[in-house]
């Protein structure tokens, strides 16, 4: 059997696989159905530092190969983790990372120290593609300043490995990569969501509450490839892939187009497990191929 593990800065994986934030709640609710200690890692859903509702319903929408949301961050806030959710998971043994949001550098600083008290939780991964409040809404992850101006205040107060989300929806997203490289992010993931619509003809309306959403799922899988390709080329800190990842296969392309690991997002919705069984493939395909270590593959296009 090939070895599987994968190192990001100072975080080692048992094996590339883990899950996407708001995919897989805090792990917990997925306990009976997969051997938790049998991912990489897994990323709970989006953090903030105070209680955020959410947006309105519907906020799901199926799409052809794929699905929108609008969700909306909802959560209990950083200290509800802290008290109620860290307990819970501190033993197990796997990588628990938090997700971090916020609407001001400064937000996320705040939560991302919260976080850094945690003994157990080894990383975080700022998701920077939330609305910049001060710049009428605009993401923060759609310019180098923005994107550079969270990655800076962060690392001022959070010591561990700092892995930064990044959004497709931007010109040359290797530019932001190269930003948030500069000012000290320790790994990039990508992509986030695509910002995409639905709507309702007989209604003629949106079908999402608020108009759009993030698309997610294997109609997002060949931008995601071509995008984590040319980042993975433009850094030298490791890549995270996700997007549209459904088995196995997928996995191994990414990793090909330069990831060191993975993350497995909406495949979840579909099959509870396809997280371990994209770990079991990757291992079958790494021995078919007569790779010793999933090391081999990292980067390895012939292109």
């Not at 971090?100 to 593609?129: F, H, M, Q, T, W």
């Not at 309702?200 to 608020?210: G, H, T, W």
């Not at 495949?267 to 270590?293: E, Q, Y």
Request: hydrophobic share 45%; glycine share 10%.
């Amino acid at each position: 059997m090939a070895d599987l593990s994968v190192r990001i800065h100072d975080l080692q994986l048992r094996n590339p696989v883990m899950t996407a934030s708001g995919t897989f709640g805090y792990g917990l609710e997925f306990a009976d159905l997969v051997p938790l200690n049998g991912l990489g890692g897994i990323i709970v859903k989006g953090t903030t530092l105070h209680l955020r509702e959410g947006n309105d319903y519907p906020r799901m929408a199926e799409t052809a190969s794929g699905m929108l949301n609008c969700v909306g961050l909802q959560n209990k806030g950083v200290d509800y983790f802290c008290e109620h959710i860290y307990p819970e998971v501190k033993n197990i043994d796997t990588n628990f990372i938090v997700n971090v949001s916020g609407s001001s550098p400064e937000d996320y600083a705040a939560c991302a120290s919260r976080i850094n008290a945690l003994e157990k939780i080894p990383a975080i991964e700022l998701n920077i593609s939330c609305p910049n409040v001060k710049q009428g809404g605009m993401a923060f992850g759609v310019t180098c300043e923005g994107a550079a101006s969270v990655v800076r205040a962060v690392r001022k107060c959070y010591e561990k490995t700092m892995i930064v989300k990044l959004s497709p929806n931007v010109t040359n997203i290797a530019d932001i990569a190269k930003a948030v490289e500069d000012e000290g992010a320790d790994s990039v993931s990508l992509i986030n969501t695509l910002m995409g619509m639905a709507i309702d003809a007989e209604k003629r309306k949106p079908v999402l509450s608020i108009g759009t959403g993030g698309l997610s799922g294997p109609a997002v899988k060949p931008v995601a490839l071509r995008m984590v390709w040319q980042v993975a080329k433009a850094v030298k800190i490791p890549v995270v892939g996700l997007g549209g990842i459904m088995n196995a296969l997928d996995a191994v392309e990414f990793m090909l187009a330069g990831a060191t690991a993975i993350e497995v997002g909406t495949a979840n919705f579909i099959d509870p497990a396809v997280t371990i069984k994209i770990r079991d493939g990757i291992s079958d395909w790494l021995d078919a191929h007569g790779c010793k270590s999933v090391q081999e593959i990292i980067g390895a296009l012939d292109a």
